[in-house]
């Protein structure tokens, strides 16, 4: 009898365990949706800074705009280049 008592309560604790994990999972998904941008602006400038580029600026729309499409190519300081 008391075999069968353990065997309920086990199974009782492994169905609470399953929902807790996908309240927690619906959780996180719900907190990338609402921050996600802001996450990805911080990590960008964080990347960006480890790697000693211009800090990247983030335009209206949430997109990063990196400094460096600006900074032109070597061929401009190049006199008479073939």
Request: glycine share 10%; hydrophobic share 40%.
């Amino acid at each position: 009898m008391k075999l069968a008592k353990n065997k309920r309560i086990t199974g009782q604790t492994m169905t609470e365990m399953i929902i807790i994990v996908g309240l927690i999972a619906v959780g996180c998904i719900a907190a990338v949706a609402i921050f996600g941008k802001q996450i990805k602006n911080t990590f960008a400038r964080i990347t960006s800074s480890l790697a000693g580029t211009s800090e990247a600026v983030t335009d209206s729309s949430g997109d990063i705009n990196d400094d460096q499409d600006d900074m032109g190519d070597f061929t401009d300081d190049v006199e008479g280049g073939e």
